[in-house]
């Protein structure tokens, strides 16, 4: 525990046999409950964790944990109806066995996937169980080893001390940064970076890629856990969900760790284009959640003007340049002040939209 408070770490895991014993190994003492979620691998993986569990079946947590319970009075109808909308939400997220034979006192808790389903998947499923019993800081490791677990107290601490909602380490910031981290991934996660800020509306933020986070449990209560993307733009499609839930958050230097070992399961080249592909979607949700129907904002309507007066000036500048380019006439006065018009109003409606957007959203980064 940290100030009284209990803390898990949930480790999404697939085919790590050659990482996954050093990272529960190091796992810091005031942790409460390590959640592994093995995501259907193929490898030794789930028979190291088991071996590890039985290894250490004497080295209980002192603290148990019960499932949450609601007991109904007059006056909390509206928390017995959450309570059971999310005891029956079991069929949407992935389908799993929890191995342990008292979950409410083992210090680690391992969660095998029936089938693979990405490593968003996997930290959903470890989320759910760290909310289902009022975990109040929940933070994620990956299963490679590539998180230094000393920098873990301070990824915890604002969610014990500050209430921030949502911690993320940023290596981005880091001095060797550029030095270490591979370049191709440092492009990459710089270009998702600046997309995941407009998407998600929290414009102060970099390194989104980054999986050291921890989270409070009013932000687990917050969302819909079950509908977390999936695989690797989790944590871009998690920070679009926080920031329509009004979470807070904060950034947190962490050093960047490579080449002990870690294999990437990720492609680079592959995944930018899906994950880009989200980050539009999700945009568009944001507004409509966030600025129509929960609370109305202006930004809202200028967004969408600036996107109107933008298409609809893309016929007069196709018509310019097909003018330009394919005939000897001269381009009409009227059709360039038309394009000129439109073209400027749009671009100052999304100047301003956006100045609304991280005025309104600043109260949110700590």
Same mark, same amino acid.
């Given at each position: 525990?940290?100030?009284?408070?209990?803390?898990?770490?949930?480790?999404?895991?697939?085919?790590?046999?050659?990482?996954?014993?050093?990272?529960?190994?190091?796992?810091?003492?005031?942790?409460?409950?390590?959640?592994?979620?093995?995501?259907?691998?193929?490898?030794?993986?789930?028979?190291?964790?088991?071996?590890?569990?039985?290894?250490?079946?004497?080295?209980?947590?002192?603290?148990?944990?019960?499932?949450?319970?609601?007991?109904?009075?007059?006056?909390?109808?509206?928390?017995?109806?959450?309570?059971?909308?999310?005891?029956?939400?079991?069929?949407?997220?992935?389908?799993?066995?929890?191995?342990?034979?008292?979950?409410?006192?083992?210090?680690?808790? @391992?969660?095998?996937?029936?089938?693979?389903?990405?490593?968003?998947?996997?930290?959903?499923?470890?989320?759910?169980?760290?909310?289902?019993?009022?975990?109040?800081?929940?933070?994620?490791?990956?299963?490679?080893?590539?998180?230094?677990?000393?920098?873990?107290?301070?990824?915890?601490?604002?969610?014990?001390?500050?209430?921030?909602?949502?911690?993320?380490?940023?290596?981005?910031?880091?001095?060797?940064?550029?030095?270490?981290?591979?370049?191709?991934?440092?492009?990459?996660?710089?270009?998702?970076?600046?997309?995941?800020?407009?998407?998600?509306?929290?414009?102060?933020?970099?390194?989104?890629?980054?999986?050291?986070?921890?989270?409070?449990?009013?932000?687990?209560?917050?969302?819909?856990?079950?509908?977390?993307?999936?695989?690797?733009?989790?944590?871009?499609?998690?920070?679009?969900?926080?920031?329509?839930?009004?979470?807070?958050?904060?950034?947190?230097?962490?050093?960047?760790?490579?080449?002990?070992?870690?294999?990437?399961?990720?492609?680079?080249?592959?995944?930018?284009?899906?994950?880009?592909?989200?980050? @539009?979607?999700? @945009?568009?949700?944001?507004?409509?959640?966030?600025?129509?129907?929960?609370? @109305?904002?202006?930004?809202?309507?200028?967004?969408?003007?600036?996107?109107?007066?933008?298409?609809?000036?893309?016929?007069?500048?196709?018509?310019?340049?097909?003018?330009?380019?394919?005939?000897?006439?001269?381009?009409?006065?009227?059709?360039?002040?038309?394009?000129?018009?439109?073209?400027?109003?749009?671009?100052?409606?999304?100047?301003?939209?956006?100045?609304?957007?991280?005025?309104?959203?600043?109260?949110?980064?700590?």
């Amino acid at each position: 525990m940290l100030n009284d408070k209990t803390v898990a770490v949930v480790i999404p895991a697939f085919n790590e046999e050659s990482q996954i014993l050093q990272v529960l190994s190091t796992i810091p003492a005031f942790v409460d409950r390590i959640v592994v979620v093995d995501d259907c691998s193929t490898d030794k993986t789930p028979a190291i964790v088991s071996q590890f569990i039985l290894e250490n079946s004497n080295n209980q947590s002192h603290i148990t944990i019960p499932e949450k319970q609601v007991v109904p009075t007059r006056y909390n109808k509206a928390d017995v109806i959450l309570n059971e909308i999310l005891r029956n939400e079991s069929r949407r997220y992935t389908p799993s066995l929890l191995t342990n034979k008292a979950p409410e006192k083992e210090r680690v808790i @391992f969660i095998r996937h029936k089938q693979n389903a990405g490593v968003g998947a996997a930290i959903a499923s470890g989320y759910r169980w760290c909310r289902d019993h009022q975990i109040a800081c929940t933070a994620v490791m990956a299963g490679d080893g590539q998180m230094d677990p000393d920098e873990l107290r301070s990824i915890c601490m604002p969610v014990i001390l500050e209430g921030i909602d949502y911690v993320k380490g940023n290596r981005l910031i880091h001095r060797s940064s550029w030095l270490v981290i591979p370049k191709t991934r440092f492009l990459g996660n710089s270009i998702l970076s600046i997309l995941t800020k407009i998407a998600s509306g929290y414009w102060h933020i970099s390194d989104t890629q980054s999986g050291y986070t921890a989270i409070s449990l009013q932000a687990l209560e917050s969302i819909t856990i079950h509908d977390i993307y999936k695989r690797y733009g989790m944590p871009n499609d998690l920070l679009v969900k926080l920031n329509i839930a009004f979470c807070t958050i904060k950034e947190v230097g962490i050093k960047p760790v490579y080449d002990i070992g870690e294999r990437s399961k990720m492609k680079i080249f592959s995944v930018i284009p899906r994950i880009s592909w989200l980050l @539009f979607k999700s @945009f568009f949700i944001r507004l409509w959640l966030k600025y129509l129907i929960r609370d @109305f904002h202006p930004l809202f309507l200028l967004y969408h003007f600036s996107f109107v007066l933008g298409a609809l000036s893309v016929p007069y500048l196709m018509k310019i340049v097909k003018i330009m380019y394919f005939t000897t006439d001269n381009v009409p006065t009227l059709t360039v002040l038309a394009f000129t018009f439109l073209f400027i109003s749009a671009f100052q409606s999304l100047l301003f939209a956006m100045w609304m957007d991280i005025q309104d959203n600043e109260r949110l980064y700590k």
